[in-house]
């Protein structure tokens, strides 16, 4: 059975929408590790799914020599756990050099945004060429550009952020009296079926 490692500190919807999906028999890996920076709800779903998980606080983001450290420690924590798959699901640490070096040949990010392959600031979308909305607050900035296209998506790391060859986005139009919390809901709507379909694609092109 190949193995996932995911990465995510926040509520851990995306990490649910996978267990449900290996435990439906449809993932075609084992998640073995969640890692998360913080207490989080994700952490708890682990581990009342009986996932092993690893807390690794990061205290001060500024401290360049500590958070190199800290980045380290990861990348040995995660390495423990020899995944053929790191998957970042609401991970909101920005990754800069061991894991980077690691893991950098396998690891995908889930976005809520659509985005290019590349680092182009316009994506081409069904609807035509359309801004990009990468970083912390895509949703937040897609609504405040006043665009009508927002969406989800699934791609490689590389060391920029939010950038890297898309494996498969999906389109969520913008709805005249959406907020930043309903547009959101129904990204994530989208998000948690199309991470466990991406986690499966890359799973079934690693066994061939
Ligand atoms: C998702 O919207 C993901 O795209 C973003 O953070 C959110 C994570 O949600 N990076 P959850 O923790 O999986 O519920």
Known sequence: MKRIAVLGSGFGSNLQALMDAQSAGVLG????????????????????????????????????????????????????????????????????????????????????????????????????????????HAVRDALAAETDLAGASVHWVTAQVDVGTVIESVEVPILPDDTEESLHARIGVVERVLLPRVVAKVMDSLRH
């Open 29 to 136: 890996g084992e998640i073995v590790l969640v890692v998360a920076n913080n207490p989080c709800v994700a952490i708890e779903r682990a581990q009342r799914a009986g996932i092993p998980t690893l807390t690794l606080p990061l205290d001060d983001l500024r401290d360049h020599a500590k958070r190199a450290q800290w980045e380290a420690q990861l990348a040995d924590g995660v390495a423990a756990a020899d995944p053929d798959l790191v998957v970042l699901a609401g991970w909101m640490v920005i990754l800069r050099g061991p894991m980077l070096d690691r893991f950098g040949d396998r690891m995908i990010n889930l976005h809520p945004a659509l985005l290019p392959d590349d680092a182009s600031d316009i994506v081409i979308t069904s609807r035509g060429p359309r801004p990009v909305f990468r970083g912390a």
